[in-house]
């Protein structure tokens, strides 16, 4: 096994760039079954997500769009709680046939305060697609419809996933090391 150092943590291989690939291509091929003459539009969620979507959207073999959008929550004035907006959400999606792209659904509430939001632009249809889960730690209700990997709930990094900035840009996932 081996292992990187980010930030002067350990983090050691947990999913390999093969393993993370055929999940990928597995999942590529159910969305062009499934969407077959849909013409989806996947809204996938940055940062962690870039990796996952453009190798995602490389093995699809249907007509889909594509389009990037950033989460931002700053503190209501007068609620309690985070709100969360979305930044570069320009396109219309009544009628539309989305497909969310995740990195992580950790807790599950990013999503859930999020998808409401896009509701309520009426789209046809709204599915998950997440590369990593982890069941342990969710807290909100929320159905993945295309999951690549449950994984348990520990701190990953890499493909698209970071430690505060780093580790993004490795092809394989790893897990911070024990006794960190
Ligand atoms: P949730 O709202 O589901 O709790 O959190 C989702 C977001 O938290 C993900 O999109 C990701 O940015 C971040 N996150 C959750 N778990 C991890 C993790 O293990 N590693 C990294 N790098 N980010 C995580």
Request: proline share 3%; charged share 25%; hydrophobic share 40%.
């Amino acid at each position: 096994m081996s292992s990187i150092q980010l930030h002067g943590k350990t983090f050691d291989t947990y999913l390999s760039e093969a393993e993370i690939q055929q999940q990928v291509k597995r999942i590529a091929g159910e969305l062009s079954r499934d969407y077959k003459e849909k013409r989806p539009l996947f809204i996938a969620i940055l940062n962690g997500s870039f990796m996952f979507a453009a190798d995602l959207f490389k093995h699809l073999t249907i007509d889909a769009e594509i389009s990037f959008i950033k989460l931002a929550s700053y503190k209501g004035m007068k609620s309690s709680g985070n709100v969360i907006t979305a930044i570069g959400l320009e396109m219309d999606l009544f009628g539309r046939d989305v497909v969310i792209v995740e990195d992580i659904v950790d807790t599950g509430k990013t999503l859930h305060q999020f998808l409401p939001k896009l509701e309520h632009q009426q789209p046809k249809s709204m599915k998950i697609a997440s590369l990593l889960h982890k069941p342990e730690a969710l807290q909100y209700p929320l159905q993945i419809d295309y999951l690549g990997f449950s994984i348990p709930d520990k701190f990953v990094v890499g493909y698209g996933l970071d430690y505060d900035g780093l580790g993004r840009n490795y092809k394989d996932i790893y897990q911070l090391a024990l006794g960190f």
